[in-house]
């Protein structure tokens, strides 16, 4: 490659995938790639408007789910047009918070650049960030998830349904049910293992 060649975005081939073929492991890793760039951004333009109980993580997820949220997931050009699309829900979603507090939004150009460590310092703040995090990390996963997984785990730990009725629902067998949540469990926690470096 010579220096007047542009590096490859790995983002747009993940997009692609996306988009075009609905691979939810290219959006998965594509969504970890982007919350962990957004994060960054927020911090350096956003961070003294953080709470201590809500980290530019936290916000870059809420952003994510937002958009998964969505009954028609929105088409981007490219990687930057889905950069800009997240990056101006983060933004809402931070001036929203600041101005339900009382404090006035400061607009983006002047937002003060903050550590995070000092954001996050006090009363308890940072463990109850790192579990708004990992809340947030989870509601991104279950969107990742096959329909399949989803449902089966849905059924076990949100409707706390045992295996008996969660095969009746299904309308399967017992043995598969448990084969099913043994596998939703493992991709559940395959992803959520992939989702903790961005959260960290």
């Known amino acids: 490659m010579t220096d007047s060649e542009p590096i490859p975005d790995p983002s747009a081939g993940l997009l692609q995938r996306w988009q075009e073929g609905g691979d939810l492991d290219a959006l998965d890793e594509l969504l970890r790639i982007e919350v962990r760039d957004l994060a960054v951004r927020l911090r350096r333009r956003g961070g003294g408007m953080l709470r201590p109980s809500a980290s530019a993580s936290d916000l870059a997820q809420e952003a994510v789910l937002r958009m998964l949220d969505l009954e028609a997931a929105p088409k981007f050009a490219g990687p930057r047009d889905l950069r800009a699309y997240l990056w101006t829900a983060a933004w809402r979603l931070l001036l929203n918070r600041g101005q ?101």
């Open 100 to 200: 339900a507090r009382g404090r006035s939004a400061v607009p983006l150009s002047w937002a003060p650049s903050a550590d995070p460590g000092m954001v996050l310092e006090g009363g308890g703040g940072v463990s109850q960030a790192v579990r708004s995090e990992q809340h947030a990390a989870l509601n991104v996963v279950m969107n990742l998830l096959r329909d399949e997984d989803r449902q089966v785990l849905e059924l076990v730990y949100f409707r706390h349904l045992d295996l008996d009725r969660v095969a009746k629902e299904l309308g399967i067998q017992r043995a598969a049910a448990e084969m099913r949540l043994t596998r939703a469990r493992r991709r559940l926690a395959e992803k959520m293992a992939a989702w903790s470096e961005v959260v960290e």
